[in-house]
């Protein structure tokens, strides 16, 4: 789905500086459906000084979020997405680097997550991040026995006592843990992640596109605040 990493592929990040002061501050996203708060974390260090960035140059004002799955997640970060003419399939686009896949087990597919997108295994086996594709978890509540099927079918591991728990009553999607890369969680307008992922969206060639464009409008650094 996305491009893949060449030679010396770091070196190919926007050169822009990450001050100290940056790592320290949120990010605000508004978008055409309400504004986001997202706090990036300190477990994912290359990820999320990649992040800052890409938000320090202005690069996801104007994209689309181009693919939304209710009760899964919304996807966006792909520069096609900014002049998009309506019913084009996207997912394609991005920088030509990629960054290296960040696990951490004590971050997991919790609603509210931000994660990096990323090609499949059969082309990328180190499971290397998209550099700019990103999604948000809304996921759904699991039942003991939903969970279960995902530690036999999917995950191949037990999932522990506490993250179950969390599954079972704020919801998310267990299946994506340690096999994409979290770096960050809304901190404030979870309630617009729902509002996304409930737009109709095309079942055509460009399938779980939104039929009406969901527009990031801007992405800044703000100052860190306490939200209840």
Same mark, same amino acid.
């Given at each position: 789905?996305?491009?893949? &990493?060449?030679?010396? &592929?770091?070196?190919?990040?926007?050169?822009?500086?990450?001050?100290?002061?940056?790592? @320290?501050?949120?990010?605000?996203?508004?978008?055409?459906?309400?504004?986001?708060?997202?706090?990036?974390?300190?477990?994912?260090?290359?990820?999320?000084?990649?992040?800052?960035?890409?938000?320090?140059?202005?690069?996801?004002? #104007?994209?689309?979020?181009?693919?939304?799955?209710?009760?899964?997640?919304?996807?966006? $970060?792909?520069?096609? #997405?900014?002049?998009?003419?309506?019913?084009?399939?996207?997912?394609?686009?991005?920088?030509?680097?990629?960054?290296?896949?960040?696990?951490?087990?004590?971050?997991?597919?919790? @609603? $509210?997550?931000?994660?990096?997108?990323?090609?499949?295994?059969?082309?990328?086996?180190?499971?290397?991040?998209?550099?700019?594709?990103?999604?948000?978890?809304?996921?759904?509540?699991?039942?003991?026995?939903?969970?279960?099927?995902?530690?036999?079918?999917?995950?191949?591991?037990?999932?522990?006592?506490?993250?179950?728990?969390?599954?079972?009553?704020? $919801?998310?999607?267990?299946?994506?843990?340690?096999?994409?890369?979290?770096?960050?969680?809304?901190? @404030?307008?979870?309630?617009?992640?729902?509002?996304?992922?409930?737009?109709?969206? #095309?079942?055509?060639?460009?399938?779980?596109?939104?039929?009406?464009?969901?527009?990031?409008?801007?992405? @800044?650094?703000?100052?860190?605040?306490?939200? #209840?």
């Amino acid at each position: 789905m996305l491009g893949l &990493c060449i030679t010396g &592929c770091m070196l190919a990040q926007p050169a822009v500086k990450v001050k100290k002061r940056d790592r @320290k501050k949120d990010v605000e996203m508004v978008t055409t459906e309400g504004t986001m708060m997202l706090r990036l974390s300190d477990s994912t260090p290359l990820h999320r000084d990649n992040f800052i960035r890409l938000v320090k140059t202005h690069y996801f004002d #104007s994209l689309l979020f181009h693919r939304v799955i209710q009760k899964f997640m919304i996807q966006g $970060g792909d520069p096609d #997405s900014k002049r998009a003419v309506a019913g084009k399939p996207l997912g394609e686009g991005g920088p030509s680097y990629t960054i290296p896949a960040e696990f951490n087990p004590a971050l997991f597919h919790k @609603k $509210g997550v931000l994660a990096a997108a990323r090609e499949g295994d059969d082309v990328n086996p180190k499971k290397a991040s998209s550099a700019s594709q990103f999604y948000i978890v809304q996921g759904k509540v699991f039942t003991d026995g939903g969970l279960d099927t995902v530690e036999n079918t999917r995950l191949k591991r037990k999932i522990p006592p506490a993250i179950r728990e969390v599954y079972k009553t704020l $919801g998310g999607a267990p299946h994506l843990d340690m096999n994409y890369t979290i770096f960050g969680e809304v901190v @404030k307008g979870i309630e617009v992640v729902d509002k996304i992922a409930a737009v109709p969206t #095309s079942k055509g060639v460009d399938k779980d596109r939104p039929v009406t464009d969901v527009r990031i409008i801007s992405v @800044k650094l703000v100052k860190r605040r306490k939200f #209840s």
